[in-house]
Antibody
Framework: QVQLVQSGAEVKKPGASVKVSCKASGYTFTSYAMHWVRQAPGQRLEWMGWINAANGNTKYSQKLEGRVTFTRDTSASTAYMDLSSLRSEDTAVYYCARDRGYYDSGTYHSNNWFDPWGQGTLVTVSS | QSALTQPASVSGSPGQSITISCTGTSSDVGGYNYVSWYQQHPGKAPKVMIY???NRPSGVSNRFSGSKSGNTASLTISGLQAEDEADYYCSSYRSGNLYVFGTGTEVTVL
């Protein structure tokens, strides 16, 4: 079955960086884009951006652009989220979520919904 | 990047129907039929319930239905059950290859 398994919880100091991984199984990794979403404690879901797993093209939310980087390792079917210059407001559960899209004549088309989701990775930023 | 607006909480008795609204703008909800809805139980990852405004993924109960009028989308849960108690989030494509979530709604089964 299609599954996304994320790396374990992290505790970081302000100003540090964190890298979260998301290993995909049960489907062809390069056939779908991957989104990243975060949720601060008791708060709403916040879309962070997405990466085309085939060509590595990315799109970031305006709020995080400049601090966040998405990469992928196609040989390992794994997507990565790197967040730098961490501050306390970055304390959150970070999720990866597969895009439901398709390729048509070599062009990727998103169907604009997210399924499935990884189990989430708690990142705590504290001095 | 402003969120879509949802009511903070909605409640209903078992068997009743409830509706959750999701209000955006012509740049997101009103401009595209790309609204999806997610159910999230405490401590769990979200799960898609509705996509492209009205479509239900396989395995999702037909008690869940979606609609849209202008800049507002809605999720209706009919025949409310105890297991439906959760947080619900709408999401929409936003022009510029962006996405946005709603503020979230806590559903309580009385």
């Amino acid at each position: 079955q299609v599954q996304l398994v994320q790396s374990g919880a992290e505790v970081k100091k302000p100003g540090a960086s964190v890298k979260v991984s998301c290993k995909a199984s049960g489907y062809t990794f390069t056939s779908y884009a991957m989104h990243w979403v975060r949720q601060a404690p008791g708060q709403r879901l916040e879309w962070m951006g997405w990466i085309n797993a085939a060509n590595g093209n990315t799109k970031y939310s305006q709020k995080l652009e400049g601090r966040v980087t998405f990469t992928r390792d196609t040989s390992a079917s794994t997507a990565y989220m790197d967040l730098s210059s961490l501050r306390s407001e970055d304390t959150a559960v970070y999720y990866c979520a597969r895009d439901r899209g398709y390729y048509d004549s070599g062009t990727y088309h998103s169907n604009n919904w997210f399924d499935p989701w990884g189990q989430g990775t708690l990142v705590t930023v504290s001095s | 990047q402003s969120a879509l607006t949802q009511p903070a909480s909605v409640s209903g008795s078992p068997g009743q129907s409830i509706t959750i609204s999701c209000t955006g703008t012509s740049s997101d909800v009103g401009g595209y039929n790309y609204v999806s809805w997610y159910q999230q139980h405490p401590g769990k990852a979200p799960k898609v319930m509705i996509y492209e405004v009205t479509n239900r993924p396989s395995g999702v109960s037909n008690r869940f239905s979606g609609s849209k009028s202008g800049n507002t989308a809605s999720l209706t849960i009919s025949g409310l059950q105890a297991e439906d108690e959760a947080d619900y989030y709408c999401s929409s494509y936003r022009s510029g290859n962006l996405y946005v979530f709603g503020t979230g709604t806590e559903v309580t089964v009385l």
